[in-house]
């Protein structure tokens, strides 16, 4: 028998609220199956850095690499100034845990309301780099509140990381149906940074022969991704491209109360982390009203990096059932209501 060993981080808002139906589902889905869990929860977020100052110190990485994967609710307060839990906490874990490949899935379920007219098939997923770009904070400012003020936030991509994306999202599209890589950039004016992603692409193209290749500015992509959103099957892109057309992506496919996400290290060096693809929503935190299920898929693509498809796959078909029964019942639920269908259906 096996005991899966995840490290919990709930974190703000409603995360408490979205984990705790994210775990119910788990611990259904692994009944009978011969599998445990054991979590540990990591106290990481707002509540700590009011009472200690602190963010995530080397003792909280360490103890955290020491599981298997992390489930992380969510991470933000209007009462933490601006970038300091973004950067000290989530950033910080995606980039000391190597997560260079941020996955997010985006599925059109029956059923589900999309404000497109004629959506089609929707069925892609977002490679999005995750330990480079703007994201790496290089960069600063002079003359600040001045104006002569300037700014820079400098994008970092380097050959290394940029390869390892683009062959992870290669495999991933031979491993589907259409086989279809789409890149997305900029390159007619991000000149540098997007020739060697265009470069990348071909050379590493030539390893997969079998998968269509496209390329879309990332302009003309949210155009598509409104217009046409079936053409695409697997994107891979850069880390803030790739945060903007997953907002996207989530509001043509139900919203990000569905969109589920993995920050994934490939080598299995570090723990991978799930988390929902939404915040804090500090407006409705408490009251019962968030919708768990993005975090419940996020438990589905843990299991799944975990190795274990079937049970990933029987959460996806409940939550597809769930949905579809959603059509019907418009009435509003509750977050625990929404977790309570998924476990029946789960448990069949
Ligand atoms: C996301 C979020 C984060 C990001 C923020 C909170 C740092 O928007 O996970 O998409 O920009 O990556
Ligand atoms: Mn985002």
């Known amino acids: 028998t096996r005991t899966l060993d995840l490290a919990v981080i709930a974190g703000d808002g409603i995360g408490p609220e979205v984990v705790a139906e994210g775990l119910k589902v788990l611990d259904a889905v692994l009944?009978?199956?011969?599998?445990?869990?054991?979590?540990?929860?990591?106290?990481?977020?707002?509540?700590?850095?009011?009472?200690?100052?602190?963010?995530?110190?080397?003792?909280?990485?360490?103890?955290?690499?020491?599981?298997?994967?992390?489930?992380?609710?969510?991470?933000?307060?209007?009462?933490?100034?601006?970038?300091?839990?973004?950067?000290?906490?989530?950033?910080?874990?995606?980039?000391?845990f190597d997560h260079y490949v941020n996955l997010r899935p985006s599925r059109l379920y029956p059923g589900v309301p999309t404000p497109l007219g004629n959506p089609g098939e929707v069925d892609f997923v977002v490679v999005r780099e995750g330990t480079e770009g703007p994201y790496v904070g290089n960069g600063g400012a002079i003359r600040v509140g001045t104006p002569h003020e300037v700014a820079n936030e400098v994008s970092v991509n380097t050959a290394y990381g940029v390869e390892r994306v683009v062959r992870d999202a290669f495999e991933r599209a031979q491993a589907r149906p259409r086989k279809k890589l789409t890149l997305v950039h900029k390159h007619n004016v991000l000149v540098h940074a997007g020739h060697l992603w265009r470069r990348t692409v071909e050379q590493v193209a030539a390893e997969f022969p079998d998968v269509t290749v496209d390329y879309a500015h990332v302009d003309a992509a949210t155009i598509y991704l409104v217009t046409d959103p079936a053409r695409f099957d697997v994107i891979v892109t850069d880390n803030l491209f790739g945060d903007i057309l997953t907002d996207l992506a989530a509001a043509i496919?139900?919203?990000?109360?569905?969109?589920?996400?993995?920050?994934?290290n490939p080598t299995g060096e570090f723990p991978s982390m799930f988390e929902p693809v939404h915040g804090?929503?500090?407006?409705?935190?408490?009251?019962?009203?968030?919708?768990?299920?993005?975090?419940?898929?996020?438990?589905?693509?843990?299991?799944?990096?975990?190795?274990?498809?079937?049970?990933?796959?029987?959460?996806?078909?409940?939550?597809?059932?769930?949905?579809?029964?959603?059509?019907?019942?418009?009435?509003?639920?509750?977050?625990?209501?929404?977790?309570?269908?998924?476990?029946?259906?789960?448990?069949?």
């Open 280 to 348: 804090s929503a500090p407006d409705i935190a408490g009251q019962g009203k968030a919708d768990p299920t993005a975090t419940i898929l996020s438990v589905a693509l843990l299991l799944r990096h975990l190795g274990l498809d079937e049970q990933a796959a029987g959460i996806e078909a409940a939550v597809e059932q769930d949905i579809a029964d959603r059509a019907g019942n418009p009435a509003p639920r509750s977050t625990t209501e929404v977790g309570d269908s998924i476990v029946a259906r789960v448990r069949g």
């Open 31 to 96: 009944e009978g199956s011969g599998i445990g869990v054991h979590t540990t929860e990591y106290a990481l977020g707002a509540e700590r850095w009011h009472a200690t100052g602190e963010t995530l110190t080397d003792a909280d990485l360490e103890g955290l690499a020491q599981h298997e994967a992390i489930l992380l609710g969510a991470i933000g307060d209007p009462r933490v100034p601006s970038g300091v839990l973004e950067r000290g906490l989530l950033l910080k874990l995606r980039f000391a």
């Open 253 to 264: 496919t139900g919203g990000i109360g569905l969109a589920a996400s993995g920050n994934i």
